[in-house]
Antibody, heavy 120, light 108 residues
């Protein structure tokens, strides 16, 4: 069974940093591209980052470019999102999501999400 | 960036009724359009990809159609568990991947 479990969310002050993790199991992690998608409270879905199966190709939404860094450790079946210079508008539930097939940009399995709250 | 506009914002229907949800793209996305279902407090679930292909395990009452800029998700006969928010998503021109604003299917 495919499982994605996010962790690392919490309350952080504006300007602060946070590192999210996503532990993957039930599939061959190293052969799938991955995404981070967020959802502000009561709002819709916003894609924020993509990483290829090898980690060599990375994309970001303009809203987080230069502040967030996606990475992965295929040996540990883990996906990460390093977030810096956090703003109030970054407050959201952050989901990691696997692509249906590598490079498809079609998230199929999603974790349950981790809540990030940016507030003083 | 391709903008996806979903309508209506809310659809109020009774169990057993047919639901028709619309997604319009600001430019052609060919058939690279997906639909997701999200229930409160849960992660989105992929229903339909490439406009008309049901994802694994999705019941046949869910169907998708369309190409270019106009797409439709149809639920042929609403079950109680189908009341949720539905999002469309395009992968034709990315980054960024973009999602529509969502349609809430509510119980009438």
């Amino acid at each position: 069974e495919v499982q994605l479990v996010e962790s690392g969310g919490g309350l952080v002050q504006p300007g602060g940093s946070l590192r999210l993790s996503c532990a993957a199991s039930g599939f061959t992690f190293s052969t799938y591209s991955m995404n981070w998608v967020r959802q502000a409270p009561g709002k819709g879905l916003e894609w924020i980052s993509y990483i290829s199966s090898s980690g060599k190709t990375i994309y970001y939404a303009d809203s987080v470019k230069g502040r967030f860094t996606i990475s992965r450790d295929n040996a540990k079946n883990s996906l990460f999102l390093q977030m810096t210079s956090l703003r109030a508008e970054d407050t959201a539930v952050y989901f990691c999501a696997r692509d249906l097939y590598s490079g498809s940009s079609l998230p199929d399995y999603w974790g349950q999400g981790t809540l990030v709250t940016v507030s003083s | 960036e391709i903008v996806l506009t979903q309508s209506p914002a809310t659809l109020s229907l009774s169990p057993g009724e047919r639901a028709t949800l619309s997604c319009r793209a600001s430019q052609s996305v060919s058939n690279y359009l997906a639909w997701y279902q999200q229930k409160p407090g849960q992660a989105p679930r992929l229903l339909i990809y490439d406009a008309s292909n049901r994802a694994t395990g999705i019941p046949a009452r869910f169907s998708g159609s369309g190409s270019g800029t106009d797409f439709t998700l149809t639920i042929s006969s609403l079950e109680p568990e189908d009341f949720a928010v539905y999002y469309c998503q395009q992968r034709s021109s990315w980054p960024p991947l973009t999602f529509g604003g969502g349609t809430k299917v509510a119980i009438k």
